[in-house]
C-alpha cells in the first residue's frame, strides 16, 4: 500500500486584515527570530563532532525543517490571500465576517463568526468559510432556518441575529 493521499480541496483564499497581519507577524517571526535561533544551536551542536549521537543536532535539524516548511507554506499562502477589508452592501445577510446568533430547536444559543481558513479559532467561535456550518449560512438572514450536516448528524439551527465589525 503506497503513500499516496488524494491531495486535499483548495481553501477559500479570503482573510480579514487582521488575520492578515497575525501571518504576516507569525512568518517574521520564524525567519528573524526562531530560525536564526535553531540555526546557531545546529551549527553549534555540529562543532561537537559525532551528529549521530547529537542530540541537538538532530532535533535542531528536524525543527528546521519544520520551521522552513511553514515559511514555504506561509509564502505562498500570503500571495494568494485577498483581504475584505469592507462590510458587504446587504448586511441583513450572512456574508464573509458576520457575527451569528443561532439558536437550536432546544432553545440553546451559539454564537460564530465566519472567518478565512486561516483565522479558525474554536476557542473564540471563528468558523471557516469553508466548513458546513458556514456554507449552509451564506446569503441567509434573521429568522431564516438551516439544515447542515454535523459529526453528530444532521442540525438544525435559526438565524437570531447578524452582526458586522466596523473595518
Request: glycine fraction near 6%.
Amino acid at each position: 500500500m503506497g503513500r499516496w493521499r488524494p491531495p486535499s480541496p483548495a481553501s477559500t483564499a479570503v482573510i480579514s486584515p487582521a488575520g492578515f497581519a497575525a501571518l504576516e507577524a507569525e512568518l517574521h517571526q520564524l525567519w528573524r527570530v526562531e530560525r536564526p535561533k535553531v540555526t546557531a544551536v545546529v551549527s553549534a551542536a555540529a562543532k561537537n563532532g559525532d551528529r549521530s549521537e547529537n542530540g541537538d543536532y538532530i532535533y535542531g535539524k528536524r525543527r528546521l525543517g519544520e520551521i522552513d516548511r511553514r515559511i514555504r507554506y506561509l509564502q505562498k499562502r500570503i500571495k494568494h490571500l485577498e483581504i475584505v477589508d469592507q462590510k458587504p452592501n446587504d448586511t441583513s445577510r450572512i456574508y464573509f465576517g458576520a457575527e451569528v446568533e443561532l439558536e437550536n430547536p432546544d432553545g440553546e444559543l451559539l454564537s460564530v463568526t465566519i472567518v478565512g481558513p486561516d483565522e479558525i479559532n474554536p476557542e473564540i467561535k471563528n468558523i471557516s468559510i469553508d466548513s458546513p456550518l458556514a456554507r449552509a449560512l451564506l446569503g441567509k438572514s434573521v429568522d431564516d432556518e438551516i439544515k447542515f450536516e454535523s459529526p453528530t448528524g444532521i442540525q438544525i439551527q435559526y438565524v437570531v441575529s447578524i452582526n458586522y465589525q466596523d473595518a
